[in-house]
């Protein structure tokens, strides 16, 4: 009887595992997700969970490794980066992971009582995946337009080109005006906000150099009056910073 009591409860452990585990798949064994890895995934984490159900997390070590695959840039970058590759598949690609991180961003919008951000670093992981692919985005579809143009530097060509930046400049715009909301992020999710500043804005306006940044410099300049934490307001007087070396640099060239 005592070897009886001792062995069901494992049993029964094990059964509630198993079906913990199979309950929700993910390619973990696969080194890269491609699109197609993508919509099955996010899909399952939009709708596949209960809502009293825990998504996965950075801070779970059993579902970490989901959350660091899904927002992986390799899986975008290893196609999008790959010049053997064609400059129109490689477009497609870009576009169909463009439409894959749009279902992304709803994954893990879920605040508490307090209006904080359940799993902030799990959303600021995905928006960065978002701010880097944006970058490879919108430049293979200027490439693309450069390529199909009988003349690159026509005005309808121009304007198609100058167009697409502006677009990009503005989707930045939108990550900036997350500072409004930095209470609802923790103390690890506010130095996570502005790493993204400092890494993704640098790198965006060192590809766009002559780009039109007056728009965010007006936004860089509303949010550091509105913010409160030292980090964030350090890395958006950088990013205002470099952007002004730029303009200085630009006029004297002329």
Not at 12 to 22: A, G, H, P
């Amino acid at each position: 009887m005592i070897k009886v009591k001792t062995i069901i409860p494992v049993l029964i452990s094990f059964m509630v595992l198993s079906c913990k585990s199979e309950k929700h798949e993910f390619p973990l064994e696969k080194r890269f997700w491609d699109v197609n890895d993508y919509r099955t995934i996010t899909l399952e984490l939009n709708y596949g969970y209960e809502d009293d159900e825990k998504l996965p997390s950075i801070s779970d070590p059993e579902t970490r490794i989901i959350v660091e695959k899904l927002t992986d840039h390799q899986n975008y970058e290893i196609v999008l980066n790959d010049e053997e590759l064609g400059l129109k598949h490689r477009n497609k690609v870009a576009d169909e992971f463009f439409d894959r991180w749009k279902d992304m961003n709803n994954v893990y919008r879920i605040r508490d009582v307090q209006d904080k951000y359940l799993y902030d670093i799990e959303l600021l992981k995905v928006w960065h995946f978002g701010l880097g692919l944006q970058l490879r985005y919108f430049k293979l579809g200027n490439d693309n337009i450069l390529a199909s143009s009988d003349d690159p530097n026509s005005t309808i060509t121009q304007n198609r080109l100058n167009f697409n930046v502006k677009t990009l400049i503005g989707n930045y715009n939108i990550y900036l005006d997350e500072t409004i909301n930095e209470e609802a992020f923790s103390d690890k999710g506010k130095t996570l906000f502005a790493e993204g500043i400092d890494i993704y804005f640098s790198q965006l306006i060192e590809l766009y150099p002559d780009a039109d940044f007056s728009e965010m410099e007006r936004k860089i300049d509303l949010m550091n009056a509105k913010s409160n934490h030292g980090k964030i307001k350090e890395s958006l007087s950088k990013i205002k910073s470099l952007i002004e070396s730029k303009k200085i640099r630009n006029n004297y060239s002329k």
